[in-house]
Structure formats: C-alpha cells, structure tokens
C-alpha cells in the first residue's frame, strides 16, 4: 500500500513564506511524476506545480517566480516552497504522486489528505 503524507501548511502572513512537504512511504518501486494542487473554498483543485523525473517543471501562471518545487528521491519526498505568499493562495493543498507498486508494472496516481494553507492580509 502507497501513501503520501502532506506537512507543512498552516497560518501565515501575506509576503510570507511557507514550505510544504509531501512524504510517500509504503510499497513504492518508482516514483515518476510529482506534483501539487489546490483546492479553494467553492472552486475545483487546481495544479500548482508539477516535477517531473527528468527534472522538468511546471508552475500555474498565478505562482511563477513565488513558487518552486522540488524534491528528494533518497527519501521519496517531494516540496512546495512558497514565497511572497498572497491571500487568494489560501487553499487545501494536495501532492500528488504518478507511482509504480511493488508487485505490478503500472503507474498509479496518488493524493495525499491535503493540508491547509491560510494567508491573511
């Protein structure tokens, strides 16, 4: 069983600074893409920010040059560090993870429970 276990979110300012964490731990044999979305109050989750295995990123238009991901395959951990945050960031925040199981040959996506991200003004 694969999990993916978010971290990191909480209350903060606006033009500040949060990193977020997202941990996969279980029976992993490949992590391939990675990623993180969101998911505001009465409006459909949207991507934020996806790393691909290659290295190659992309961001929203709302996040560039705030926003960057990144992440540690030593440790199956994938980050979002937001900078210069503003208040409509403000959302539920999701990783997600495009993993091979061990025991079978196809890729799978996982979410993580989310974790929430306030800015206030």
């Known amino acids: 069983q694969v999990q993916l276990v978010e971290s990191g979110g909480g209350l903060v300012q606006a033009g500040g600074s949060l990193r977020l964490s997202c941990e996969a731990s279980?029976?992993?044999?490949?992590?391939?893409?990675v990623g993180w979305y969101r998911q505001a109050p009465g409006k459909q989750r949207e991507l934020v920010a996806t790393?691909?295995?290659?290295?190659?990123?992309n961001y929203a238009d709302s996040v560039k040059g705030r926003f960057t991901i990144s992440r540690d395959n030593a440790k199956n951990t994938v980050y979002l560090q937001m900078n210069n945050l503003k208040p409509e960031d403000t959302a539920v925040y999701y990783c997600?993870?495009?993993?091979?199981?061990?025991?079978?040959?196809?890729?799978?996506?996982?979410w993580g429970q989310g974790t929430q991200v306030t800015v206030s003004s």
């Open positions: 997600n993870g495009v993993i091979i199981p061990i025991g079978t040959v196809t890729w799978r996506g996982y």
């Open positions: 790393l691909s295995s290659g290295g190659s990123t």
């Open positions: 279980g029976s992993i044999r490949s992590i391939n893409a």
